[in-house]
């Protein structure tokens, strides 16, 4: 069965530092994945997604995610965070299934000021 | 354009009564998918409606159904409320069935069940 693991619950950076939220999927086949943040009392927003082709993507707001097939992972980065960012993010999958796209348990990202 | 919007914002029901959700696709879109959000938790795919005909369903039982509306618009019915279906219920249009496209969610339906 599909899935995909968010392996932090929370994460903590600064102000103005790099930051980095994992996910990792287990499919079989190529999958789509996706990236989205969602505020408090809201709905998600779509980020950024992968399709095929350059392994780095860029998405809203200055984030971007790396592709790696043979670590099957999709990492969200941004070289200075913003404490704007805080907020929920959640990874995603979709192979075009009965079960559709997939979701991680999210990852709370809270950058201190 | 006009964003997706769901209706009502908060709901409170008892265990066993039934409850309707419902939902205006973005302009322009005509897939609907609907997702169970615990407290907690990842967005749990409940199912999807394409031009009216439901196409793909997730792990939930025959009391979860739906419907969409030729102007894409949707419902989620939810029959004899079990404590367990409190949740947030989103709903996300996409402009097709392709599974690359990204979804664009509403701000949620808040259910508590007692």
């Known amino acids: 069965a599909q899935s995909v693991a968010q392996p932090e619950d929370q994460v903590n950076v600064a102000e103005g530092n790099p930051l980095t939220v994992k996910c990792t999927y287990s499919v079989s086949g190529n999958p789509y994945l996706f990236w989205y943040v969602q505020y408090p009392n809201r709905g998600l927003q779509f980020l950024l997604k992968y399709i095929t082709g350059d392994n780095l993507v860029k998405g809203s707001y200055g984030f971007e995610a790396e592709f790696n097939k043979s670590q099957t992972s999709f990492h969200l980065k941004k070289p200075s965070a913003l404490v704007s960012d805080s907020a929920l993010y959640f990874c995603a999958v979709n192979m075009n299934r009965d079960d559709k796209i997939i979701f991680g348990k999210g990852t709370r990202l809270h950058i201190l000021p | 354009e006009t964003g997706v919007t769901q209706s009502p914002t908060h709901l409170i029901k008892t265990r066993g009564q039934q409850v309707t959700l419902r939902c205006s696709s973005q302009s322009g879109h005509n897939t609907v998918s609907w997702y169970q959000q615990a407290l907690g938790q990842g967005p749990q795919f409940i199912f999807q409606?394409?031009?009216?005909?439901?196409?793909g369903r997730g792990n939930f039982p025959p009391r979860f159904s739906g419907l969409q509306f030729p102007n894409y618009s949707s419902e989620l019915n939810v029959n004899a409320l079990e404590l367990d279906d409190s949740a947030l219920y989103l709903c996300a249009s996409s402009p097709g069935l392709a599974a690359y496209n990204e979804q664009f969610f509403g701000p949620g339906t808040r259910l508590t069940v007692l």
């Open positions: 409606y394409y031009r009216e005909e439901e196409n």
